[in-house]
Each structure stands twice: as C-alpha cells, then as structure tokens.
C-alpha cells in the first residue's frame, strides 16, 4: 500500500511540475517586486497601480533587449543557416544517419598510403 501511495506522489509530482514551476516563479517574482511597491506606497501610490507600473517597466526593458539584441541574434542565424550547406553535405548527413549508432567492431583502419606525392 506504500509503494503504491509513493507512487502516485511521484506520478502527481511529474505531471503537475510544470504547475509547481510556475508557482515557484510567481513566488520569486512577487517577492522581488514586493519592496519597490512598498516604497511606492509611502508616495501614496495604490498598490495595484504600483504593480501595474512595475510590470510595464519590466515589459519595457524586455521590448527594449529585444529590438536592441534580436537583429545581431537574427543576423548570426543568417549567416549560420546560409554556412550550414558548406558545413555539411547531404551524402555525408546520410553516411551518419545510416551507420549504426554503436558497433562492438573494431575501430575503422587508417587510409593506405599512396605512392603518388600530393605536393
């Protein structure tokens, strides 16, 4: 009867995580913001107007990181897509993705060497 309680405790504790992830969250969150709405309450500053306040702030700075940082972020993805051909081949994508993924044989031989100077 044990097993079976831990159990469920467990398999509620995994199906609700994302709940608990986003209480704790919220509870870091308040507790951050909590001080600069209590100073805001001493200039007479209603509580949820304080909130409000300090939500658009934070919404702000984010907009802010977002249009300063999204066209380097944007340009390195351009680039790194339109390097990414030259990067990889098809036929050797396939060669990897054929092979299996764990072989008990011994390790691949060195190439033979030619008789032919390449310099």
């Known amino acids: 009867m044990r097993f079976f309680l831990i159990g469920v405790l467990l ?7 994302d709940v608990f992830l986003l209480l704790v969250a919220s509870v870091v969150l308040a507790s951050a913001i909590e001080p600069v ?3 805001l309450g001493r200039y ?3 509580r949820v107007l ?3 306040f ?13 249009v300063f940082f999204m066209p380097a972020v944007v340009n390195d993805l351009m680039a ?3 390097n990414l051909p030259q ?4 036929s050797e994508l396939w060669l990897r993705s054929s092979r299996p993924a764990c072989t008990l044989a011994r390790p691949p031989s060195p190439p033979a060497q030619s008789h032919y100077r390449t310099s």
Do not use: P
């Open 54 to 66: 300090i939500y658009l702030i934070i919404a702000l700075f984010l907009g802010m990181v977002l």
């Open 50 to 52: 304080a909130v409000i």
């Open 11 to 17: 398999l509620a504790v995994y199906y609700l995580s």
């Open 80 to 82: 790194f897509l339109s």
């Open 44 to 46: 007479k500053i209603n």
């Open 87 to 90: 990067t990889f081949s098809l």
């Open 37 to 39: 709405i209590r100073r």
